[in-house]
């Protein structure tokens, strides 16, 4: 079993600031990479960013430069900071977690239960 535990989501005005977490535990032997998600409502679910636990990072055109992505491997928490927020960031945002569960194993992929970001003109 793999829990996924999200924080940092909430109301914010435009142009305020808020950051997210994501702590994984559980039957993890290692993580891949971790990332965020976000649906906005009546939209599909879209990358924001994701993070490899070697620290390759990768972004969706419409964050950048706004939101930073990071992770603590000795902590298995994946962090996203999120600057300048629009009212279009609105949504629910799911952390994603690729990992595996022992040695050499193949790799599993979990997702959170989402967090609500909501930003107010």
């Known amino acids: 079993q793999v829990q996924l535990v999200e924080s940092g989501g909430g109301l914010v005005q435009a142009g305020g600031s808020l950051r997210l977490s994501c702590v994984a535990s559980g039957s993890i032997f290692s993580i891949n990479a971790m990332g965020w998600y976000r649906q906005a409502l009546g939209k599909q679910r879209e990358l924001v960013a994701s993070i490899t636990s070697r620290g390759n990072s990768n972004y969706a055109d419409s964050v950048k430069g706004r939101f930073t992505i990071s992770m603590d491997n000795a902590k298995n928490t994946v962090y996203l900071r999120m600057n300048s927020l629009k009212p279009e960031d609105t949504a629910v945002y799911y952390c994603?977690?690729?990992?595996?569960?022992?040695?050499?194993?193949?790799?599993?992929?979990?997702w959170g239960q989402g967090t609500q970001v909501t930003v107010s003109s």
């Open positions: 994603n977690v690729d990992y595996v569960r022992v040695r050499w194993g193949q790799s599993h992929t979990y």
